[in-house]
């Protein structure tokens, strides 16, 4: 069954400095997401990706985020300069389009460590 | 998006049905009903969905109240591997672009025991 991966599994960094994480959503689906899930709390959407444009984000996707597609296959999240605030598991995922009935497919998550 | 209630957590034995209940009073009459459930250290996961009848699939039923102000999804027989966070969420059938986020609630923790 197809699935959704990320690179790395974990992550770990030193406060301001900047990472990317990596997520292969399923082949043929077109909407992009990423959420995270500090450790203990709710998983919180981010952004979600459309057509190579930014379709909705939170307010916790401020100017120190961005979001990619750099290729037909890779979907990337990019933390500029990390805080400590930042360390969490962010999970992507990915669905064949948006609609109130469409079922979003999760990656495993990366666990991003700020130190 | 409208709110939904869940019990924090709920226990079972392995081979027992579950029953996990969720309240939704708020509803409206385009949300569809969706769950997903977050294995231990693992992304959530698709359950089931359905907006006004009750619906099965190959890992659950999805029972919805003729008011729709609730709905309970069961696991017929629960193993170990069911044991994860479930959480009940409401999408908006009407909600034009802004439908792309699922809203995440706390989800109720179950527990199942050997």
């Known amino acids: 069954e197809p699935e959704v991966t990320q690179t790395p599994s974990h992550q770990v960094t030193q406060m301001g400095q900047e990472v990317i994480l990596r997520c292969v959503p399923i082949s043929n689906h077109l909407y992009f997401y990423w959420y995270r899930q500090i450790l203990g709390q709710k998983v919180e959407f981010l952004v979600s990706f459309y057509n190579n444009e930014i379709s909705e984000k939170s307010e916790i996707f401020d100017d120190q985020f961005s979001v990619e597609r750099p290729d037909g296959s890779n979907f990337t999240l990019k933390i500029r300069s990390t805080k400590l605030e930042d360390s969490a598991m962010y999970f992507c995922?990915?669905?064949?389009?948006?609609?109130?009935?469409?079922?979003?497919?999760f990656g495993p998550g990366t666990r991003l460590t700020v130190l | 998006d409208a709110k939904t209630t869940q019990p924090n957590s709920m226990e079972s034995n392995e081979e027992e049905p579950v029953h996990l209940p969720c309240n939704h009073s708020?509803?409206?009459?385009?949300?569809?009903i969706h769950w997903y459930r977050q294995l231990p250290s693992q992304g959530p996961e698709y359950v089931i969905h359905?907006?006004?009848s009750n619906v099965n699939n190959r890992m659950a039923s999805l029972a919805i109240a003729e008011d729709r102000k609730s709905s309970t999804l069961i696991l017929h027989r629960a193993t170990l591997r069911d044991a994860a966070v479930y959480y009940c969420i409401l999408r908006d059938a009407d909600s034009g672009g802004s439908n792309y986020k699922l809203t995440f609630g706390k989800g109720t923790l179950l527990t199942v025991n050997p």
């Open positions: 995922a990915s669905s064949t389009r948006v609609m109130s009935t469409d079922t979003q497919y």
């Open positions: 708020t509803i409206s009459g385009t949300d569809y």
């Open positions: 359905g907006l006004t």
